[in-house]
């Protein structure tokens, strides 16, 4: 690097320089210095004489002394996609990334495989460019099939089956319970009723994860019996037609003749064998019965009662 002071006919001048070497020009107005590699602050001195010989003032200038920035980038070279992640960029002072963005980090959000790049510079210097590649890993599906999708009932055997191929590890988790079995397919009885949810969590090869979860209600199973014949004559043993079972809430029973005719229609309430007043004679009618069962749901059943006198 050069050097230069106001040249006057007939002067000489003495340079003094600590931390580097006088590559040329001693004695002369213009002067080249090597620095070599030393990075600091280091003292730069001329003194001029005349043609007289007279000494004039010491000039003395402090040189700062910096090396060319090496920039690098320290960050993952995976990332999952959807997931946030950090590139800190070192050897310089001040940073441009691609982006636009300065500063030391940059903090990401990955959608896809990208090449990112930082410009180092310090104060003086020329600049660097590091370079960082960062593969988008794909994550998997923990979506789940089922074998039955309504709500369960008590005793049913359900089979929970991960479909997508790219898994490699499977937690299953029973309302918040962990389910010890590492595979794409679970089956799983509920002997009690409740709120239960399902959830699986899904990792690849890339150890990217999703999560899924179901949530279904466990009912008693629908459990009823209905009489094939009744005697209405008052003797109190068997004299309404009616259903008898457990878990259900309300039913809606309907009587037919064999002309398709109603003759009745109760709401939790069996039939006395009378149509407007009058019993019934000895025959055979049909019914159906709507049941409301637990779970909201409804089931018809239908078939032939026989009416006894």
Not at 42 to 56: F, H, M, Q, W
Not at 159 to 185: M, P, R, Y
Not at 254 to 267: C, N, V
Request: with cysteine; aromatic share 14%.
């Amino acid at each position: 690097m050069r050097y230069k002071v106001a040249l006057t006919p007939g002067s000489t001048f003495v340079w003094q320089v600590n931390g580097g070497t006088i590559a040329n020009g001693q004695g002369t107005n213009d002067i080249g210095i090597d620095w070599g590699l030393v990075p600091g602050i280091y003292d730069l001195k001329v003194t001029e004489s005349n043609a007289s010989n007279c000494v004039g003032d010491e000039i003395l200038v402090k040189i700062l002394i910096q090396t060319k920035p090496v920039a690098s980038i320290s960050g993952p070279d995976t990332v999952c996609v959807g997931q946030d992640f950090t590139l800190q960029a070192f050897g310089g002072q001040n940073y441009l990334w691609s982006n636009g963005n300065t500063g030391n980090a940059l903090f990401q959000k990955i959608t896809q495989s990208t090449q990112y790049y930082v410009i180092g510079k310090n104060l003086v210097c020329d600049t660097d460019t590091a370079f960082k590649n960062v593969f988008a890993a794909p994550k998997p599906s923990a979506n789940f099939n089922l074998n039955i999708n309504d709500d369960w009932i008590k005793g049913d055997e359900i089979v929970f089956t991960a479909t997508d191929q790219s898994i490699t590890k499977w937690i299953w988790e029973l309302n918040g319970n962990s389910i010890n079995q590492n595979q794409n397919q679970i089956k799983y009885t509920f002997n009690t009723t409740g709120n239960y949810t399902m959830f699986l969590t899904a990792f690849n090869s890339f150890n990217c994860s999703d999560t899924f979860s179901i949530n279904r209600n466990v009912f008693d199973r629908l459990d009823i019996y209905v009489p094939t014949a009744f005697t209405p004559n008052n003797d109190f043993l068997n004299d309404v037609f009616e259903p008898v079972g457990v878990n259900y809430s309300t039913y809606t029973l309907y009587i037919y003749d064999h002309f398709g005719g109603l003759l009745y229609e109760g709401i939790d309430k069996g039939w006395d064998g009378n149509y407007k007043g009058n019993l019934m004679p000895s025959a055979n009618y049909s019914y159906k019965i709507n049941f409301t069962k637990l779970n909201g749901k409804r089931k018809l059943v239908d078939g032939n009662v026989m009416l006894v006198n």
